[in-house]
């Protein structure tokens, strides 16, 4: 049984294409879909934080998965290089975002 070659692979960005800092990601999961919602903290007191969403992308779970394993793959790779990244106790408690 033979392997068909792979494709060559062009990206291209879409004339609204655009970057964006996020420091907050809120997940929605249902049968169908997975909703990463991103936002920025923005702290307006030391008892009050503000997260402003500005993009919401929806991912079939296949795609999150491979999203899931591509992230795993770079952030050991980030941690060999520059060393193991710490979180804030409780970051990932259900019902928490990941900031």
């Not at 033979?2 to 609204?16: C, G, H, K, T």
């Not at 990601?25 to 919602?37: E, P």
């Not at 008892?47 to 779970?61: A, D, K």
Request: net charge negative.
């Amino acid at each position: 049984m033979s392997m068909s070659p792979q494709p060559n692979i062009r990206l291209l960005n879409a004339p609204d294409y655009r970057d964006g800092y996020a420091n907050s990601v809120q997940v929605r999961v249902s049968v169908w879909d997975f909703f990463l919602i991103f936002g920025r903290l923005q702290p307006q007191s030391p008892e009050q934080v503000e997260v402003h969403n500005f993009q919401g992308i929806y991912l079939s779970p296949q795609q999150a998965k491979a999203l899931m394993t591509i992230l795993e793959q770079n952030v050991a790779q980030y941690e060999k290089t520059f060393g193991e990244i710490k979180l804030e106790p409780g970051a990932l408690h259900p019902g928490t975002q990941i900031n």
